[in-house]
């Protein structure tokens, strides 16, 4: 029946959510329909007999509302003037008259109403649901979205804490391997299975925007970027709520929340699932007192479940630092500083015995002794463990030392994975570059009478090196030196007038960069006046495109120049003062400029390890320009003779600062390269090896090996790895988001290399969620998405394809089809979709034992069960479209008749659910039941298992029991199909 009489009632299948729309005007000549949507306010116009437009007929024994709100059951329809006419309960309703709100939402009204799809758009809709399940209880849910590639100790990371009920940890691994990432991953696997829904990250406020662009780029999580003015207009806005409630996703600097009194209670108000502290490094606490921003982390720690704390140098600031970082994370375990001293001493017992059992070597009777220390609360396992090793058992050792490390140490709330163990990273090579100096002439070439020589005359020289042309000394050159080093390690810099135009190492630096154009260099010194000063003298020589990146910036001007610096054709030298040396990761550049050096050689490690990374291709090559006879000189061999600093990472670094910064200064500071200098720098380097021997020795034998066990399980990590290999390489993701975004018509093309270039204009939606209206570039192929910064990387976890199923599923569409199949035996067959849906807070994580889960029954007239005959695809080769209208205005089909085959088709579904419950009863018992009493048997041994864990997963397996038995079959979608011959 055509829609083109006025009053008529139809619906766009387009956009459903318009509701019910009346024909208002019909205009032949243009062949236009004026459709008024009252409901909504809208108004369209589309062309005469549109495919767009279905008309909404009910039929007898369904339900009708008026305008005025009575409802009846219809018992006959009448047409009177192409309108029809619904009678029943004594009364007479016009369909122009039919309430606006009326919903033709359910999959009987819609097939009723002539409301149905192709049977291609069921199949679709079928498809989609299946597809839903399978990654929502996938085991690698959330760990596939990050446009990362696999790294093994990243991932067993990510499979440790994504676990846990409370994800409390600090991740500590050396600078380099990635401890961003991790974090990233860990946040998303939280929020993609619901365990988290708000998260705070908190940054120093020089890399605000880099983890900004970091979890957006590479993770596509968006996070809000909080400070002053956001937080300012949130409240004219929306005057009296809390500005950080209007974001799940929240980014701040650490420093901004500490400093405000205001913000800083609002924050701590506003309620966290998560908190995430990068560079943990920087809160101070003693016992007596803390820092404003220890202090802020401290009163989030206490509110938030989850805490995950960042830091390169867990003990830089000694084990009071560390002590106070551990505190935050488990106050209770943490609560006593001697105590924890005490038990850091006792590492080396620990590590020894596993060092034995690692190196499968008979355990001595002073090894059995320590063990029995050790396990003095629970004798009993060890001597079990023990009849096994002396009966030869497989995997007798492993058992023993998972237990051992277990029982001891920091490894469950603490993870540092080390270089050492790990492969696939670059070598580093040191180049230093000597520049002479005579220290009776001009460093410019002039002779020696043109300039003063005398160090009292250091200020004039200084103001002479403002000028072009200026002439200074040797002597001065070096007075200088001593002088800018004694200021910036004793934080008096400001009194420094910083001037380079003079100087040899920035004649040897524009030389250098002229000779390798290509060549991105990085360089670091001290502070953003000497950054400026370096540029300032660097470019009155040459025109070298050049970028700083200093705090004295803004957040976006920083990030500006670190993104030209990373452009192929971009800056060619980025000049960064000490905060270049936090976060930033710039592995695409294999030259790095030491233009000073501090006294501090974890600082030295942070620098080189902007390059040296996870990432970096090749050899880093790590210039050091400096006058022979400098004081940089002096410091240059106690790092390189002393420690090796340069050429391998150094750990332990605050230990070789507490030890020997103080005489190493006094002596750079008077150090001018003669005899005694150098008698003297030779005995600070030997007593400097010796001291690193004995460290190195201790930190092998003590704690940071047994983190090194704990932090890391090879066989863990590549069987977590294949599986999201093997999500990866599905092919029902690729052909089921395609299919979604060809039925709402975005344009998908294919590019190089199998990219797709995605173009929403002609979608049916004005806005299609997760595509930009200028439209992406995208691939499924993780490696070609690592390697391409305009390439979106496509997976299960992507929120294109969490968006695209939810837009289908959400909406009507394929939720009613009507069609044939040809055949000699006649019959009226119904196909239908239920999904077993179970209700539970998402903490609790049902899903991964009972997702949404679609049930197909298939029945014929009669009742019959014939779901096992004929499967989904067998159905779907026979069936054709028909005309639903001619159907229904035949005789003998009616609403009772679908209710009941319905009926009949909820009984089958409702029969196969229960072994559907069984199975996920038994999965959840299992998987739970086992996880407590891990758990338990495990505190027994190790106090680092909180109590508030134990009970969580109780809890979480009571509550997932109760989801899965009061789990409900929902009608999803029917076909109907009529059966006979051709």
């Known amino acids: 029946m055509p ?41 369209r116009l589309y062309a005469l007999g549109t495919s767009v437009l279905k008309r909404v007929q009910f039929r007898a024994g369904d339900s009708v509302t008026s305008r005025e709100g009575t409802t009846f059951t219809v018992e006959t329809v009448e047409e009177e003037d192409g309108l029809l006419v619904y009678f029943g309960a004594g009364r007479r309703l016009r369909e122009d008259g039919i309430s606006d709100v009326t919903s033709v939402s359910s999959p009987a009204e819609r097939l009723m109403a002539g409301q149905v799809d192709p049977g291609e758009v069921f199949e679709l809709r079928s498809q989609v649901l299946e597809a839903q399940a399978q990654f929502r209880q996938s085991e690698v849910r959330g760990f596939l979205g990050g446009r990362i590639e696999l790294i093994p100790h990243q991932f067993y990371i990510l499979h440790e804490v994504a676990a846990r009920q409370i994800p409390r940890v600090l991740l500590a691994d050396e600078v380099g391997l990635g401890k961003t990432i991790e974090a990233c991953l860990i946040v998303q696997r939280l929020l993609a299975v619901g365990q988290a829904r708000r998260v705070l990250i908190l940054v120093p406020e020089s890399l605000t925007h880099q983890w900004f662009v970091e979890l957006l780029r590479r993770f596509n999580l968006w996070f809000s970027i909080y400070d002053e003015e956001r937080c300012t207009a ?83 600031l000694g084990l009071a630092g560390h002590f106070a970082r551990l505190r935050l994370l488990d106050p209770d375990r943490y609560n006593d500083f001697d105590r924890f001293v005490a038990e850091a001493e006792g590492y080396a017992t620990v590590a020894g015995v596993a060092e034995k059992i690692l190196a499968q070597k008979p355990l001595t009777p002073r090894d059995h002794a320590a063990l029995k220390a050790i396990f003095q609360k629970d004798p009993v396992r060890l001597e079990q463990h023990l009849a096994a090793l002396a009966e030869a058992q497989p995997g007798a050792r492993e058992a023993l030392l998972k237990t051992l490390l277990d029982q001891h140490g920091t490894g469950r709330v603490m993870f540092r994975n080390t270089r050492a163990a790990m492969s696939g990273f670059p070598k580093r090579k040191f180049c230093p570059v000597p520049l002479g100096v005579d220290l009776g002439a001009a460093a410019a070439g002039e002779p020696a009478s043109a300039a003063p020589t005398d160090e009292s005359d250091e200020d004039l020289l200084l103001e002479l090196g403002e000028e072009p042309g200026a002439i200074v000394s040797g002597a001065a050159l070096l007075a200088r030196a001593a002088r800018e080093l004694q200021a910036e390690e004793s934080g008096t810099e400001g009194e420094i007038r910083y001037a380079f135009r003079g100087d040899p190492r920035i004649k040897w630096l524009v030389d250098f960069l002229r000779r390798h154009r290509t060549t991105k260099v990085l360089l670091i010194c001290r502070s953003p006046r000497k950054v400026a000063a370096i540029e300032a003298a660097v470019q009155e020589r040459a025109a070298i495109k050049s970028a700083l990146f200093h705090e004295g910036l803004s957040l976006v001007q920083r990030d500006r120049n670190a993104a030209w610096f990373a452009e192929p054709d971009g800056a060619q030298l980025l000049l960064c003062s000490e905060i270049g040396s936090e976060g930033r990761n710039f592995q695409f550049a294999h030259h790095l400029v030491l233009f000073d050096l501090p006294l501090n050689p974890g600082l030295l490690e942070q620098r080189i390890g902007r390059l040296d990374r996870i990432g970096q291709t090749e050899t880093i090559r790590i210039h050091v320009p400096y006058l022979t006879g400098s004081a940089t000189e002096c410091v240059i061999e106690w790092y390189q003779r002393g420690l090796n600093a340069f050429e391998a990472p150094l750990h332990g670094g605050d230990a070789y600062r507490q ?34 021997e004995v460290l190195a020795r201790k930190l092998k034998q003590g704690r940071d090996r047994l983190l090194e066990l704990a932090s890391f399980n090879r066989a863990t990590a590549e069987s977590v790895i294949e599986r999201v290999r093997a999500a990866d390489a599905d092919p029902r993701v690729r052909q089921v988001l395609l299919a979604v975004l060809e039925h709402f018509g975005v344009e998908v093309k294919e590019h190089e290399a199998g990219d797709l270039a995605l173009d929403p204009s002609r979608a049916y939606l004005e806005s299609f969620p997760s595509v930009p209206a200028e439209g992406m570039l995208a691939t499924f192929s993780r490696s070609r998405a690592t390697a391409r910064e305009d390439l979106r990387f496509l997976s299960a976890d992507h929120p294109l394809m969490q968006d695209a ?55 014929d007239l009669r009742g019959t069960d014939l779901t096992a005959e004929r499967d989904a695809r067998a159905v779907a080769r026979e069936f054709e479209d028909a005309d639903i209208h001619r159907f229904l205005e035949r005789p003998g089909f009616d609403a009772p008749l679908l209710q009941r085959m319905l009926a009949a088709a909820n009984g089958v579904a409702a029969a196969r659910t229960g072994e559907l419950k069984s199975e996920a009863l038994a999965r959840a018992t299992a998987a739970l039941d086992a996880e407590a009493q891990r758990l338990e048997d495990l505190r027994r041994l190790n106090d680092q298992v909180r109590p508030e864990e134990i009970e969580l997963t109780r809890q979480q397996l009571q509550h997932t029991r109760t989801a899965i038995e009061q789990a409900r079959l929902r009608l999803d979608s029917i076909r109907l199909i009529v059966q006979g011959p051709a």
């Open 3 to 43: 829609l083109e009489v006025l009053g008529q009632r139809c619906l766009s299948e387009r956009e459903p959510e318009l509701g019910l729309g009346i024909v208002a005007s019909v205009d032949r000549a243009a062949r236009r329909l004026g459709i008024d949507f009252p409901a909504t306010g809208e108004k």
């Open 659 to 692: 030890e020997f910064r103080a005489r190493l200064l006094a002596l750079a500071a008077k150090y001018r390269g003669g005899e005694i200098d150098r008698a003297e720098l030779d005995r600070l380097v030997a007593d400097t090896s010796a001291f690193r």
């Open 805 to 859: 199923l939810d837009l289908l599923i959400d909406s009507p569409a394929g939720t009613a089809a009507f069609g044939t199949i040809v055949s000699d035996q006649p019959n009226l067959l119904l196909e239908a979709v239920f999904v077993l849906e179970t209700v539970a807070d998402s903490r609790w994580r049902v899903d991964q034992f009972l997702a949404p889960t679609p049930v197909r029954v298939l029945i």
């Open 234 to 316: 949130q409240e004219q806005s929306t005057p009296g709520e809390n500005p950080f409630l209007s974001s799940q996703l929240a980014l701040a600097g650490v420093r901004f929340l500490a400093a405000d009194e205001r913000r800083r209670e609002q924050a701590i108000a506003a309620g966290w699932d998560v908190v995430v502290v990068d560079e943990a490094h920087h809160l101070a606490w003693a016992p007596d007192a803390a820092s404003p921003e220890y202090a802020i982390v401290e009163a989030l720690a206490r509110r938030a479940p989850g805490l995950l704390l960042l830091t390169a140098t867990p003990t830089q």
